[in-house]
């Protein structure tokens, strides 16, 4: 499935999309070059969310976790990563990744090629491709 994106305003459009194909698959994983808008689309699906903390890229960190409130009221916890700095799986052992791939919690996932061999078998797989300066072309492989 192909959804084009007109702006980022309209962002927010495709994320019921995004939900159903993803049906009960809460491992997500987001593939596209620099700057084609992957912590963008998780800063959508955040807020989507109703996560109340600030959402930022963990470039750095490696890991952010977000709490959230699903719809029986429960709390539930996103965890946002960005392995594009990592350089071996080992190190993504080593900050204890498969804790995250194993919990019932959604993990959004920006750079996942590093860690592919230890994904679950249910993911769900985003590509997002740059159009031009406003316009994305976003792919559920």
Known sequence: MELLIKDISSLPTIIPVLLKEAASKKKWLFYGEVGAGKTTLIKTLCAWFK??????SPTYSIINEYEYIDENGVAGYIYHMDLYRLKRIEEALDIGIEDHLDSEDYCFIEWPEIIEPILPE???????EIVNDSERKIVIL
């Open 51 to 56: 996560v109340k903390e600030s959402v930022t």
């Open 122 to 128: 249910e993911v769900l797989k985003i590509s997002i």
